[in-house]
């Protein structure tokens, strides 16, 4: 598997010399009270997107993170978990873990609630986490696992699985694409480990999630990511990538299918008060409620003209039902 060995010396180099153009994100960087991270986090975040939300870290969570960059993820989880080795990082490259716990000699300088003990950084490989069955209440990476070919990315999935408690959340941000890639930009491994040819759609993307066995996925962001133009890269199109932020939650798959969230609402605008349809699902006149797919797929089908269904906003935070 020569592209890991690529992955490998180039996040090496990234460990001794801070990229900031490695990777790009979008998406803000959390600012809670008192919390300040240092600017050497700031250079080496190599995501893009985040997988800190703070309605996942409720009740000091036991939290695992794949892939520890320049540990400003760590240091955010940290916030919540206030807790000997509550936070704990895994890499498998040295240089690597070197850098991040040097981060947090300056963090806990930075910081004065920050214990560098809050995080416990360990040599480790996604494809086989040094970590207890059962053990996480949320399991995180950030543009890691689109490294990954199809084979190891199904490991690296089964392996969150298994370490998470029921009803756990493995929180993830990675590039995807809706354009099929040609053989070359697939096989070189340069592009692969800088997260680019390895992306894969949504669907696929999400179809991997619950081929592992998770039940509910929620789709909570969707933004742009970088562009593959011919003059630049062998491709005869241009290709567009965004990144996607996704939590899958470790609950049982239900009869009918997994519960998909990608920011569907249905309002209904009938006469009465409320429509209940039956199916566990009370719709208030005209009050949005937000459903994962499979509902709406199902309230598309009654034989009403007084239900609406919105198109996806790939954007779900909460509050719905399946």
């Not at 240091?75 to 690597?96: H, P, T």
């Not at 214990?115 to 996604?126: L, N, P, Y």
């Not at 086989?128 to 543009?143: E, G, T, Y």
């Amino acid at each position: 598997m020569n592209y890991l060995k690529t992955t490998k010396d180039i996040y090496k180099n990234a460990a001794l010399s801070p990229d900031v153009g490695l990777c790009c994100t979008t998406t803000p960087i959390w600012q809670f009270p008192e919390l300040k991270i240092p600017s050497i986090m700031q250079e080496m975040n190599y995501g893009c997107g985040s997988t800190v939300h703070p309605r996942d870290l409720i009740n000091n969570p036991k939290i695992l993170y794949v892939g520890v960059g320049g540990g400003m993820e760590l240091l955010q989880f940290s916030y919540f978990s206030r807790q000997k080795e509550g936070v704990i990082g895994i890499d498998i490259v040295d240089e690597m873990l070197k850098a991040c716990k040097n981060n947090f000699v300056e963090a806990e300088l930075q910081n004065v609630w920050f214990k560098s003990d809050f995080v416990r950084i360990e040599k480790g490989d996604a494809l086989k986490l040094p970590v207890k069955n059962n053990s996480i209440d949320v399991a995180a990476q950030n543009c890691l696992f689109n490294i990954f070919k199809l084979d190891e990315l199904k490991k690296a999935l089964q392996e969150m699985y298994r370490v998470l408690k029921p009803n756990g959340r493995l929180v993830m941000s990675d590039p995807i694409c809706e354009q099929p890639m040609n053989e070359t930009l697939r096989n070189d491994d340069r592009l692969r480990a800088l997260c680019l040819s390895g992306s894969i759609s949504l669907t696929e993307y999400i179809g991997m999630l619950t081929a592992v066995g998770f039940g509910t996925i929620e789709v909570r962001a969707r933004r742009p990511y970088r562009i593959l133009d011919p003059k630049h890269y062998p491709t005869k199109e241009i290709i567009y990538i965004e990144s996607i932020e996704i939590c899958a939650i470790k609950d049982p798959i239900p009869s009918d299918g997994p519960c998909v969230f990608t920011g569907k609402s249905a309002i209904y605008f009938g006469d009465d008060d409320f429509l209940d349809d039956k199916k566990g699902h009370v719709l208030l006149q005209n009050q949005p409620l937000t459903i994962c797919d499979k509902t709406a797929k199902y309230l598309g089908k009654l034989d009403r003209n007084d239900i609406f269904i919105s198109n996806s906003t790939f954007h779900y935070d909460g509050g719905g039902c399946c």
